[in-house]
């Protein structure tokens, strides 16, 4: 199976503290990468690195066949990122923002057209097309974010916490929109605290202090850790 991203010794270094340290590991095609550690862990800078945002301190790495440092103009065309904050803007309506990042990422006037089109009739978002972001609520917010974060296509997606700070209910109708992104051929790669989640990723890892401190499926990590859930294998790495 293709590899989607490829790390080997990572490392991110603020002065003396390495807020990424020294992490190796790799992403199939086609997987849902699970990313989990507690806030301050170092996921959402290893994400940075991995998106070209941040340069590495020393390491290597390759995202979707381009090196995260010589090639970082070339690699944001193959990938989608979904930043914390969602990355849409508040004073643009749901149309303008997909035909912002539509020219961003690349696409021509007749594909952003018909892929926006798309989007709004899968997502039954016709009512509210001409919108204001600022004024639509925060779970279909989520939900816009990731359909122009995938509007391109792209061979892989990032999504840094994507279900932070909203119910139960669009949690679950959140991770339905990346099920269906991995049917049509999305590697996935997202960061959350939230351990239950774990049970939706094909592999995941661990991060504590900057470094990857598990890695494996749900049920060779609860294994190997004697542990019932996810929050059992956290705090026995924690500790």
């Not at 057209?113 to 798309?118: A, G, K, P």
Request: charged fraction near 25%; hydrophobic fraction near 40%; include cysteine.
């Amino acid at each position: 199976m293709n590899k989607v991203i490829e790390v080997e010794n990572l490392t991110r270094a603020y002065g003396d503290f390495k807020a990424v340290d020294n992490i190796s590991f790799d992403v199939k095609k086609g997987e849902i990468f699970g990313f989990l550690g507690a806030n301050g862990a170092g996921k959402t800078t290893a994400m940075k690195m991995l998106t070209g945002i941040l340069e590495p301190t020393s390491g290597k790495g390759k995202v979707a066949g381009f090196d995260i440092k010589t090639q970082r103009n070339q690699l944001k065309y193959k990938i989608g990122y979904m930043s914390q904050k969602f990355s849409l803007y508040e004073d643009l309506t749901l149309k303008e923002n997909v035909k912002f990042y539509g020219g961003i990422y690349g696409l021509d006037n007749k594909t952003i057209v018909e892929r926006t089109n798309l989007m709004i009739e899968r997502l039954g978002l016709e009512n509210i097309e001409d919108t204001l972001i600022s004024e639509i609520p925060l779970g279909w917010k989520q939900k816009i974010a990731f359909s122009v974060a995938t509007i391109h296509q792209p061979e892989i997606v990032f999504l840094d916490e994507p279900t932070s700070g909203v119910d139960p209910i669009t949690r679950r109708q959140f991770w339905d929109l990346i099920y269906q992104a991995t049917e049509e051929g999305i590697t996935v790669f997202v960061t959350t605290h939230y351990m239950d989640e774990a049970e939706y990723c094909d592999r995941i890892s661990m991060m504590v202090q900057g470094r990857i401190e598990a890695m494996g499926t749900l049920e060779e990590l609860l294994t190997k850790h004697n542990a019932k859930d996810m929050n059992e294998v956290f705090l026995k790495l924690a500790r």
